[in-house]
């Protein structure tokens, strides 16, 4: 199993930009696929972005295209999510979540989660 912890959060403004990084532990990083979800208040859990195992593809949810960049460094275990433009509509608290690269990376189903870190963008 995989232990992961998200950092990076905070309040800004419109227009402004964040790093967020999330560190994994316990099991061989370049296993798995990596990815950032969000939940903002009162709604459900949606997908933002992902990357395979090696850093080789990314995906995106069309709401962050252009504005969001996921990346990761397999010699440190971590995955970032490089958060520019933000809007007050990406107010949300950003999970990190982990699976196995023998699944697929896109289809949004993961299986290991941080305990996730708050993003509040003022207008």
């Known amino acids: 199993q995989v232990q992961l912890v998200e950092s990076g959060g905070g309040l800004v403004q419109a227009g402004d930009s964040l790093r967020l990084s999330c560190v994994a532990s316990?099991?061989?990083?370049?296993?798995?696929?990596m990815a950032w979800f969000r939940q903002a208040p009162g709604k459900e859990r949606e997908f933002v972005a992902a990357?395979?195992?090696?850093?080789?593809?990314?995906y995106y949810v069309d709401s962050v295209k252009g504005r969001f960049t996921i990346s990761r460094d397999n010699a440190k275990n971590t995955v970032f999510l490089q958060m520019n433009s933000l809007k007050p509509a990406d107010t949300a608290v950003y999970y990190c979540a982990a699976k196995s690269l023998l699944k697929n990376y896109q289809d949004g189903r993961y299986d290991y989660w941080g305990q996730g870190t708050q993003v509040t963008v003022s207008s």
């Open positions: 316990g099991r061989t990083f370049n296993n798995y696929h």
């Open positions: 990357i395979n195992w090696n850093g080789g593809d990314t």
